[in-house]
Every structure is written in C-alpha cells, then in structure tokens.
C-alpha cells in the first residue's frame, strides 16, 4: 500500500468512525439497522486493513469483504422500502410487488455473473453487475418515494444522496481495471478512495446534523 493510498485509508477510518458516533449519538440506528451495520462493518474492515495489511489487505480478504457489502446493499434496498411505505397500505402491495421483481432479477443477475469458484481476477467481470443491480434497487426505491412523494427521514435521503453516487464510481473502477487490466489498480485505487473518502465525509456530517 502506497503512502498515499494509506493515508486516504487512514482519512476513511477517522471519517467512518465520526459517521458511526453520529449515528449513535444522534439516535439514528433506528433510521436504517442495515446501513448502521453496513457503518460499523466498514469501520471494521479499515481498522484492519491498516492494523494487519499481511493479512487484511489482500485479495482472499477483499472478496469475503464485498461479499458482505453486496448483500448488505440489497438488504438496505428492502429495508428502505419496507419503512418508507408500511405505513401506506393504499400503495404498499403495489410496491412490494414492483420490488420483488426488482430483487428477483437482480438476484438472478448475481446468480448469473458469480463464478462457482469465486476467484480475484474475475472480479472485473462479474463486480459491475452485481453492484449495478444493487444501485438499481435502491434507484427504484428512491424514485417511488419520489413518485408518491413519501416523507423520509433526512438521514434516510442522505444515505440514498450520499451512497449511490459512490456506488456508480465503483462500478466504473471495476469495470476500467477489467479493460485496462490489474496493473492500474493502484492509480485506480487513489481515484475510488478519494471518491469513498468525499461519500463518507458527506454522510459524517448528515449523521450529526440534527434532523429538522
């Protein structure tokens, strides 16, 4: 790990761990359980990536980590759904049904693109898909609580402001390191955490903001 790509990982923990207090401190876990988790994961996952990087910062480790990130995504697609709308029973069904087609295909489409054998270099080729079907999900989320006009908490929009613009760039890492091959990835790597470090300071700062 160069110098500089440790420094932004060691700016990424201090701003994961400011996101994490906030949201205790706020009393905004009950706002998203997955996204919370999702928090202190990544909080996990950086704290020993730069205490044991023999162990942590390599490739066996980066798969079990996005392994849990892509399930945690699309769990917050339905958790976000589920609070935005069990209140409103007129249109609830109609988006239950709309979602279930939603993760229905994008489970299909992660089905589709993992390999059985999971291994480092494929990740150029099936990542892309897998993160696009979890943005999608949460997209359409977010279009229908803008469709039927919803009200939200405003850390529950800054997860979905702040979380998917990320997502779109990491798509967009992967899928250069797979046209442009591994030995990038280190170039790439400083792109995607300054991008991360900027997602992460934004939502820092909306986890302490006081919702009006």
Known sequence: MGTLNRALVVLSLGLLAAMCAGIVRRGKISQSFVFSAYAAAATLFTALI????????????????????????????????????????????????????????????????????????????YQPGITTAGIWCLAF?????????????????????GYVPYLVIFVVYIDLIGRLGWGVIENLNLLNATAYDTSVGYLAYAAWREDA
Do not use: C, H
Not at 60 to 65: G, L, M, N, Q
Not at 143 to 158: D, M, N
């Open 141 to 161: 989320v977010a279009l229908l609580i803008v469709w039927y006009q919803i009200p939200v908490p405003a850390f529950t929009r800054s997860i979905i402001l």
């Open 50 to 125: 730069l205490l044991f990087p023999d162990s942590f910062y390599t490739p066996e480790a980066f798969i079990v980590k996005q392994g849990i990130y892509d399930s945690l995504l699309f769990a917050l697609s339905l958790e976000l759904s589920f609070r935005a709308f069990t209140a409103f029973s007129g249109i609830a069904n109609r988006v239950r049904g709309f979602l279930a087609l939603a993760v229905a295909g994008s489970s299909l489409t992660v089905f589709l693109l993992t390999p059985p054998n999971t291994d480092y270099s494929d990740m150029a080729r």
